[in-house]
């Protein structure tokens, strides 16, 4: 059995504590949070499963990295605390971890990370000997091996989208959808995930991979973005009430360049109501979110992907699906040699062992 261990325990930690508990080749042997009132309460209940596993979550990094465990899922956010983000995962790959994390979005195509990003990681790994695998559903499977899989379906290909159309009132992450976002801010406002260069930083990693794959030389990367206001204002059940003439959805897309043409979309479509931008695309069965690759040529291709869990929610179930690709790479990383890893170079896994199998 392979030690692991999850560190933090919020939207996704949670789901880490119950994919690790479900995996039939790895061992919880630790839970790493930062809030105080959580120290000392059992893994079962932090994670959601409604029975104890026997494992308290503890604040002392130091002793559990000490007990050199195999594998750590760093679950902690990274979007508003990067810094802190690389200096933990670094630490833990230095104690000889296998490391896989959804934090640190230039890390997803570490080949085109900055410097300040790749370079820690590195020195970490061959001071350490542990290991890295950063993704997630977008940008992550959804925008890497689910396109690349469906494009090889394809008699001609002429465009490859990748589309995440989601309503965030179910999201409950308040920093992230009010302050990266702007939910809720005034239109004059501009929010920091569309300010120029960004989106690059956060889904040009995944540009470049399928480029990279798909055997193509990109011209360029370009952005577009659009906004729209909230004409009534809106209350959610997570995050509290979001004003008329506030931003209410966001549009945009990061393209991908080959011979003047923008070949390889990510599209984001996101709002904060499903009402606001009602002609703006919709999930096709209803809803509140799913993703969808659409693949132009001969023949065309269309798949989307609606996950669910923690009661139907769809943003937990694009989360759980995260950690799921996450997770099931860990047997895999631990047999391999010490390295930065990406979603090519992870080979996609079944549920072996899992079918049918019941958590304990």
């Given amino acids: ?6 560190w933090g325990t919020g939207n996704v930690g949670r789901l880490a504590i119950r994919a690790v508990e479900a995996h039939p080749e ?15 309460r059992d893994a079962g209940e932090l994670g959601g ?13 130091e002793a559990v990295l000490a007990g050199r465990p195999q594998a750590v899922v760093y679950a902690a ?14 630490r833990a790959i230095r104690s000889g971890a296998v490391v896989v994390s959804p934090a640190l979005y230039p890390l997803y195509d570490h080949r085109s990370a900055p410097p300040e990003f790749r370079d820690p990681v590195l020195a970490a790994i061959a001071e350490g000997g542990g ?23 394809g008699t001609t290909v002429d465009v490859i989208r990748c589309q995440e159309i989601f309503d965030y009132s179910t999201y409950d992450q308040p920093d992230s959808v009010r302050q990266l976002v702007g939910m809720g801010q005034p239109m004059e406002h501009e929010p920091m995930m ?26 360029e990367i370009r952005e577009t973005s659009e906004r729209r206001a909230l004409d ?71 798949v989307t992907i609606e996950a669910t869990d923690e009661g139907e929610n769809r943003s937990a179930g694009g989360n759980a699906t995260a950690v799921g690709r ?18 090519l170079d992870i080979p996609l896994r079944p549920a072996v062992g899992k079918l049918g199998r019941k958590q304990s």
Wanted: glycine fraction near 12%.
């Fill in 26 to 40: 790895l061992k919880l042997a630790a839970v790493i949070v930062h809030d105080p009132a959580k120290v000392g």
């Fill in 77 to 90: 956010s990274g979007d508003v605390r990067p810094d802190d983000a690389l200096a933990d995962i670094t």
């Fill in 326 to 343: 996450l997770v099931s790479a860990i047997d895999w990383l631990t047999e391999a040699k010490p390295g930065l890893y990406d979603a």
């Fill in 194 to 219: 569309l300010m120029p260069s960004i989106p690059t930083m956060v889904w040009g990693g995944q540009i470049r991979m399928m480029a990279r794959a798909l055997g193509v030389e990109l011209d």
């Fill in 49 to 61: 499963l409604g029975h104890p596993l026997g494992v308290e979550a503890t604040d002392d990094i």
């Fill in 1 to 6: 059995m392979i030690s692991t261990v999850v």
């Fill in 232 to 302: 009534t204002t809106v209350t959610t059940r997570t995050m509290g009430a979001f004003e008329a003439g506030t931003q209410g959805a966001i549009r945009f897309e990061v393209q991908g360049i080959v011979e003047g043409e923008p070949r390889i979309v990510i599209e984001h479509v996101t709002r904060i109501h499903a009402a606001c931008a009602p002609d703006w695309p919709s999930p096709p069965n209803g809803g509140d979110g799913a993703h969808r690759v659409v693949i132009e040529g001969r023949p065309r291709i269309e």
């Fill in 131 to 153: 290991s890295l695998f950063a993704s997630g559903v977008d940008p992550g499977w959804g925008n890497d091996v689910l396109p690349l899989l469906l494009s090889g379906l």
